[in-house]
């Protein structure tokens, strides 16, 4: 015998990690999402493209914010008197039900000025707007 790790520690090993990556599911989904956003946004040349990476990666801050208001064995936030309960925290849901509604005004606004460009310049590409705008 060694000093080294057995092969049933490393299965334990492996288990657990297994358990931990998995238990924690929710966060590799908003990884995801954020990175699918911010890559459209980032290398999309489609204003229109843009704007829905913009929206994909706002969806997974909002999902990020209302998973961390879970309170473990926590319930609804309604007093009820004489009750010993451990309540979830209610104020990220409100402060995302108000970042939603920003949410959706700004991209009304956004795809309100994507048409005028649309109009002005005859396209939405961003590289072909740039060269019309260089070309004076």
Known sequence: GGNGPTVLGNREAGRAMT???LGKYNYWIYIV????????????KNLLKKLIGL????????????SIAKVRGGTA???LEGAEVVYDNPLP?????TAIVV???TTAVALA???LIKQAYGTVEEDQILEMTEEG
């Open 19 to 21: 358990e931990f990556i």
């Open 33 to 44: 999402l954020m990175m699918t956003g911010f890559y459209a946004v980032i290398a999309k």
């Open 55 to 66: 929206n994909i990666l706002q969806t997974a801050v909002f999902l990020f914010y209302i």
């Open 77 to 79: 936030p309604i007093f």
């Open 93 to 97: 849901h409100v402060l995302i039900l």
């Open 103 to 105: 949410a959706v005004s």
């Open 113 to 115: 000025i994507v048409i």
